[in-house]
């Protein structure tokens, strides 16, 4: 069985582009959770989607972050305008049961705002 | 306060020692503990779920203390390869049950 995947692996934007990151869950997973690990801190939630619903996006910031989880293919993190402070490593986790206790995460797609 | 915190370490033991890390929660609304492992650039990893009436998977004991908020794991007989970032993380309750709070890390180097 396939893992949580994430693509891209590792990701340079220039200031104000826009990133786009993928995350394909486990097989049969239908719950994505996304966080972001900045430099020597730990992981802070953004965003819990469950098929074509943001169910928590407590943690997203306001401006410029955007998630969706569409029916067909995996869900997405987009963020706009990129400022070197987005650079970080971004996992994104699943899982079986809604509110997923055990959540599995993917390796993680590394943004470097230059 | 951190909602979750962990002393950062980091904590360099020799092979076949015996290694405690503890962590604090801030919520006491929190209903699910768990110790995940990170190695370096890569993602965490569960090692184990917390229980107050506490659980050991082999060399690891995890305890739970409700009334102290308090988390511990105990590693017996440290392994070269046990070297990772251990991370505490607490369950967020109520609307945010499916968000895991993580604490900032431990870090463990185990010597030969």
């Known amino acids: 069985n396939a893992g949580v995947m994430q693509n891209p692996r590792h990701l340079v934007r220039r200031r104000g582009q826009e990133a786009r990151l993928r995350c394909s869950p486990m097989?049969?997973?239908?719950?994505v959770y996304w966080y972001r690990q900045l430099p020597e801190e730990g992981l802070k939630f953004m965003v819990y989607?469950?098929?074509?619903?943001?169910?928590?996006e407590s943690g997203m910031p306001k401006e410029r972050f955007s998630a969706e989880f569409p029916k067909e293919g995996p869900s997405i993190l987009r963020i706009q305008q990129v400022v070197r402070g987005d650079s970080a490593a971004y996992f994104c986790?699943?899982?079986?049961?809604?509110?997923?206790?055990?959540?599995?995460f993917g390796p993680g797609t590394r943004l470097l705002v230059l | 306060r951190k909602e979750v915190e962990q002393d950062p370490g980091p904590f360099n033991v020799p092979e076949g020692a015996t290694v405690a890390f503890n962590c604090t929660y801030s919520?006491?609304?929190?209903?699910?503990f768990f110790w995940y492992r990170q190695d370096c650039r890569k993602e965490p990893k569960l090692l184990m779920s917390?229980?107050?009436s506490g659980n050991e998977d082999g060399r690891f004991t995890a305890q739970l203390n409700r009334a102290s908020q308090y988390i511990s794991l105990l590693i017996r007989d440290s392994k070269l390869s046990d070297s990772a970032t251990y991370l505490c993380?607490?369950?967020?309750?109520?609307?945010?049950?499916?968000?895991?709070?993580f604490g900032k890390g431990t870090k463990l180097s185990v010597k030969p």
């Open positions: 986790a699943s899982s079986l049961q809604p509110h997923g206790e055990t959540q599995y």
């Open positions: 097989k049969g997973h239908s719950h």
């Open positions: 917390v229980y107050s």
């Open positions: 919520n006491s609304a929190s209903q699910s």
């Open positions: 993380v607490a369950r967020g309750d109520g609307g945010s049950q499916g968000n895991l709070i």
């Open positions: 989607l469950q098929k074509e619903n943001i169910i928590d």
